[in-house]
């Protein structure tokens, strides 16, 4: 049974940080790209980065490059998102996203991010 399991949201101030966790189960982790994704009220989902499946490259929207970091630990079957500097447009709901290069793609539940005073 594949699952993906999102953790580490919360409430947090302006300025502050959170390192969500993504822990997955049922497929071959080290074989699946990895992303972040996240969805604001009103808003479409968006991707906010993505990781190769052995870790050597990573891809970041702009909106959130040089303040979020995207890693992943192919044994402990877990990506990572480091979140640093957060702003209060950073508030949504951020979902992980596993895809293989034929086709397969799974999705977690969701963990809530807001980020306010």
Not at 33 to 54: F, N
Request: hydrophobic share 30%.
């Amino acid at each position: 049974q594949v699952q993906l399991v999102e953790s580490g949201g919360g409430l947090v101030q302006p300025g502050g940080s959170l390192r969500l966790s993504c822990a997955a189960s049922g497929f071959t982790f080290s074989s699946y790209s990895m992303s972040w994704y996240r969805q604001a009220p009103g808003k479409e989902r968006e991707l906010v980065a993505t990781i190769s499946s052995a870790g050597g490259s990573t891809n970041y929207a702009g909106s959130v490059k040089g303040r979020f970091t995207i890693s992943r630990d192919n044994a402990k079957y877990t990506v990572y998102l480091q979140m640093n500097s957060l702003k209060s447009e950073d508030t949504a709901v951020y979902y992980c996203k596993a895809v293989h290069w034929r086709g397969d793609v799974y999705w977690g539940q969701g963990t809530q991010v807001t980020v306010s005073s």
